[in-house]
C-alpha cells in the first residue's frame, strides 16, 4: 500500500510540473519526502487503531456472552420471585376464602336458627292468643255444668218443661265446648286416668276398694288445657292403698 501511494504521488508531482512548467525536480523530492514521512507517521496510528478495534472487537464478543449469562441468571431469581409472591398470595387467599366460608356457614346456621325461632314464637303467638280470652270463658263454662248438675233426674221426669229446658242448657254447653275445640280449647276430664302432676291437682286422697293406688277416682273441678299447655288444672281426688 506505501509503494502504491509513492508512485501515485511521483506520477502526480511529474504530471504537474511538466503541465505548469514551474515545478523543479528539488520540489518534487520535497514533496515526496513530505509525503513520505506522512504515510510512515500515520501507520503505526494505523496499527495501533486496528490492534485496538480488535481487542475491542473481543470484549464485545465477551461482553454478550457475560451479559447472556446475568440476564438467564437475573431471569431465574425474577421468576423464582414471582412464584414466590404468587404462592404467597394463594396461600392468603385460601386462608382468607376458608374464614370466609365458616363465617358464611356460621351466619347460615344462625339465621336458620333463629328463622326457626321465630315460627316457633309466630306459632305459639298465634296458638295461645286466645289464652287470656279462654281463661276467661272457663268460668262461664262451669256455670253451665253447676246448672246442669243442678237438675235432678227425678225432676226432669216430673217436670216436662223442666225436662226441655235442661236438655236446651245441654246443647248449648255441646256447642259452646265444640267452638272452643276448633279452637284449640279442650277439657281435662281424668276420671279413672293415672295422676298427673303436670295436668292434675290433688285436692284429697282415700283409699277406694277396686281402685288402683294413685288413680284419680273423683274429678271435683275439670281442667282445661289450649294447644296442649294447661290453663287450669283438674282438681281430684287420688285413690291410696288402704290401710292395715
Known sequence: MQR???LLSR???RANGLAAGKVSYGTAVNSFAVLNRRQFSSTPRFLYA???GAGAKKDDEKKPAEEEEVTEEQAEKDVQAVLDATKEALDSMQKENAQL???YMRAVADFRNLQGTSQ???QKARDFALQKFSKDLLETIDNFDHALNAVKDEDR???DGLSRFFDGIKMTKDVFEKTLQKHGLKRIDPLDEEFDPNRHEAVFQVAVPGKEPGTVCMVQQTG?????RVLRAAKVG?????EK
Do not use: P, Q, T, W
Not at 224 to 228: P, S
Open 101 to 103: 366460608k365458616d363465617r
Open 238 to 242: 287420688v285413690a291410696k292403698a288402704a
Open 157 to 159: 221426669s216430673a217436670n
Open 4 to 6: 502504491s501511494l509513492s
Open 120 to 122: 316457633r314464637e309466630m
Open 11 to 13: 506520477s502526480l508531482i
Open 224 to 228: 282445661y288445657e289450649l294447644n296442649g
Open 50 to 52: 486496528k490492534e485496538e
